[in-house]
């Protein structure tokens, strides 16, 4: 037909276009939640993404127009859009990742734990899903709160008998995506070179940014460290402020989303050295998940480093933050098998 010819042709273009793609593997992922303020731009983003062949959209509404949408632009992906749950096993059927930003997101005043009600159930009723369709995909958890929707989903898997922890991946790239902002910004580096690791987790001061192991090290003083790590631990509610009941980060937190789907890809496919921080199970602490620097591989999480030397003042963080992110994996743990 005119039409798969015209298929053939952007593809044929498009293989031209990235070199590389005529070389990486065929991949699925899938963006569950595709149609919301982060699924919009995540799914244009991985759509550009030369390691992705099917692109999957699935949305409770909207699919289909965000799906025709991305499907013009000419790169390797092909897009296909689901809305009715009943086509959730062919949306997620062979995924290789499976991003979920599905969920509320914060209104000015909101914690992260305030979302727990709506979303620890949307969560749950996918995860199950996946753990059906695709249990071999690595999953990349956006929705809030992490620091509970990443336990939901381990006891979910669990049930169903598929849970791998090295498949499951809280994404706190955000955190670390702020970190690097600030810090170039705050010391005049090139933003482009700087790294920072965040560990803990994804919601107020459970968010751990290790400046005293940021690169390249900058001479900063106590002070600038404190005003650091609070605007790191507060960058969400900083956003959630400037949209004025609009939402939560979602331009940002897309980019954040695509970079750690990529680093995924990557790690499938099996390119050597590629490190991120996640959220995942964990023995770095006493907690059973924590987010630390994570080596990926073909098997998702290959090897999860230790938190290395840290200052005083981060340690002390570390101290403080244990108490409230325990109680809010148990509150995930918890959920999961009460309801
Ligand atoms: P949004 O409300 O704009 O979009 C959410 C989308 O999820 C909507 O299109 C909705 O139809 C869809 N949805 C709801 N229930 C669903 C279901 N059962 N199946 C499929 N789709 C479903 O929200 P936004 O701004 O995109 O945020 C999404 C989530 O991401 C929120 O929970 C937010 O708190 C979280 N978030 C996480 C960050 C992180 O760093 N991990 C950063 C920013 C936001």
């Known amino acids: 037909s005119v039409q798969s010819a015209v298929r053939r042709s952007n593809y044929a273009s498009s293989t031209r276009n990235f070199s590389s793609s005529a070389s990486n593997p065929e991949r699925k992922v899938t963006v569950l939640g595709a149609a919301g303020g982060i699924g919009q731009p995540l799914s244009m983003l991985m759509k550009l993404n030369p390691l992705v062949s099917t692109l999957s959209l699935y949305d409770l509404a909207g699919t289909p127009g965000v799906a025709a949408d991305c499907s013009h632009i000419n790169t390797r992906a092909q897009v296909s859009g689901y809305m009715e749950d009943k086509d959730l096993a062919k949306a997620l059927e062979g995924s290789d990742v499976v991003i979920i930003p ?40 956006i929705s809030n709160p992490v620091n509970s929707t990443v336990p939901i989903a381990s ?21 670390v995506v ?74 940002s937190m897309a980019y954040a989303g695509a970079i750690f789907a990529d680093a995924c890809l990557k790690g499938l496919n099996g390119v050597p050295d590629v490190v991120e921080c996640s959220f995942v ?34 340690k002390e963080g570390l101290a403080k933050l244990i108490p409230e992110l325990k109680s809010s994996i148990q509150k995930g743990i918890d959920f999961a098998h009460k309801n």
Request: hydrophobic share 40%; charged share 20%.
């Open 281 to 314: 199970e964990s023995n770095v602490t006493e907690l059973p998940f924590f987010a630390s620097k994570v080596r990926l591989g073909v098997n998702g999480v290959e090897e999860i480093h230790g938190l290395g030397s840290m200052s005083d003042y981060e």
């Open 178 to 251: 702020r970190a690097k902002t600030f810090y170039a910004t705050k010391t005049g580096l090139s933003v482009e070179e700087v790294n920072v690791p965040v560990v803990g987790g994804h919601a107020g001061i459970t968010i751990l940014p290790l400046f005293s192991q940021a690169f390249p090290q900058a001479n900063l003083g106590e002070d600038d460290i404190v005003a650091l790590t609070k605007r790191t631990q507060d960058g969400g509610t900083e956003v959630v402020e400037a949209k004025a009941g609009k939402g939560s980060a979602t331009l």
């Open 102 to 141: 599905a969920g509320v997101p914060r209104k000015p005043g909101m914690t992260r734990d305030d979302l727990f009600n709506i979303n620890a159930g949307i969560v749950k009723n996918l995860c199950q899903h996946v753990a059906k369709h695709c249990p071999n995909a690595l999953v990349n958890m």
């Open 155 to 175: 006891e979910v898997f669990k049930e169903a008998g598929t849970y791998d922890p090295k498949r499951l991946f809280g994404v706190t790239t955000l955190d």
